[in-house]
């Protein structure tokens, strides 16, 4: 078992009394993954504006940024209270923002440089002015272009999107930043090449929308891993938001955003239960430990909950087929299953980063073999 | 729209502040659902043990028990520590107890008047003598059974399941006090009457063994809220488990465990994009709103996430087809999407709420219509 030549000694660390699961974070592969991305905005002489609901953290927050304080993007005002509070000073919520929340992102503005919010309608545009009204402040917008995912955002060939933009742009509540699209089509691509054709659209959404418009300091705002993860450079757009890459995971991975080595995180868990007789075992990792996202069952139909490796992120041949609450099952030969023993520790890679992070108050960071930190992300709405 | 006749005045309350989305409890289902299960297990005078793992507070927990403290179940052992600190005595951890827990456990043992463990394998049983040796503590042991969910668990029939419980009981370092099985397949039911076969199953499955093993001692427990639920009496067994109960969810709902009005919580939601012209709207509320439990599939392969309802809770024909990070998809016919203005908040009954719930800090307690307090669940491991 992988575990006796186990580069990985986690158990010796300054951390042993921890029980699993345990959710780790190698800070390597994530300073690689963000230097990388960091590296190409620049290259590609646009503006980096990543998004940090991945992580969560101050730590990678500046990570993405070469240690530096920069911009961010932000999927909940609790992020960006969190990250003003440690010195973040500019900002896009990128949410279609709630007429309910516009006093939060008023005070949470005061304190920053800028904060940015999205906008793709007339009645939130009316709800803005009669907050200016009654408040005074004023909002820096982006509108939201839908550019194929269809979720929210406006149609750029739409004649009513200019109207909606000028509009903004003329309003006394608010100042027209910026045309923002975010490719989530880009998920049900299959491998680099179908993503990178999902890239295209996106770029060529606000691009299209930007002439329309006919104003060229527009900024152009684009941002999904995928997408931004198999262009060699940034073309067609201002700035990128990508987010996932930070730590990837077994989506991504499969669908070509990345290589299996890129995942920086996985999910530290015990064999508890060994039935090689129904071949099967039973982790001490369910659905609170690794969330229960599907997985790219469009590439994969029966891919599991998440891929299941040895200490030395190896995968092995077991599929991790159901989860309970606090219970992962994994099927696999009789002799798969034999070579685990109850005590066997197993990392996950789970199917999808951002919402693994989410069920975890602290973050075990991994570096050369053993747990060296701990982080804390931010956590609620 | 139901909004403007709704009894529902949260935005009235003491925490007029809070924004979406937010996990309400309803606190007087929450009281009648722990009332009816104590009442039932009192009735059948069969010990009751409910399970903690759904809500993880310490209000729910005295809930359970009429108002006063009680044995329960846990799924965690930040959850038995957390209640034991709140004078909770009788816990059964109900996972089956990795080697490296032990430590922990015999800590949390020695806090209280008993900790039952679970074991259904000698090499596990081998690793409690170990601790036995080098440590002097001795375990109170659940032998645990597979009554054909085929999760975790032993064969009540194999006699080497017989020699298994013998092992324990004669064991020094183990005090073999009962059999355990959960029937998770009964999640599988489409209805109260498959239900109820899987529940004689549970049942039959402790009884077997402890007839088996010869000895009438043998507390034979078990425990699912399907079969907990849909039975009129506890028949074949001396102890009960559940746990959902106490919340209910939109897949107890569908497969015959409760009605509608049974469900104890909601997760309050804002329209932040409306797009008739599509189809849909998108919620405030996604995959860490909700969490992602594709629901009771094999009653209906397109159930969605959740059921979208007005503020009554009445539900809305409208299906949440899709959950990203912070966004919820919303889809129907045009006339049902412009019914729901951006800004209009609808309550979203959770399809799992064990897990839902397990996405919130804190817990709005409802009652008349109004947010009335705060509950705090135990997060972790």
Redesign the interface.
Known sequence: MASERSQFSILNSQFAGL???LFLVDRDIVRRNCDRMHEKAARSGVAFRPHV?THKTLEIGRMQHGGAIGPITV???AEGEFFAAAGFRDITYA???????LE?VAALAAKVERVNILL??E??LR?VEEFHCAHGAAFDVFLKIDCGS????VDPDDPASVALAQAIAKSPATRLRGALAHA?HSYAGRNADEIRAVAHEESDAVTSFRDHLGSPDLIRSIGSTPTASVVDRFTGCDEVRPGNYVFFDAYQATIGSCALGDCAVSVLA??????PE?R?L?L?AG???L????GPNHVDPNFGYGIVCDLELRPLPLKLV?L????G?VEGEPSAIARL???TMVRVIPNHS??TA?????YQVVAHGAIVEQWKPV???
């Open positions: 029980t699993t699961p609901k999927s909940t005002l949410v279609p923002i709630a007429p309910e929340k939060r793709d309608n009645r939130t709800a269809h979720r929210a955002g989530g015990t064999v508890i239960g060994s039935y129904r099967s039973v001490d659905a609170l430990a969330s229960k996202d599907a159901s309970s609450q606090e219970h099952k023993p109850i005590g951002c919402l989410a069920m975890y108050d602290t956590r609620g709405w």
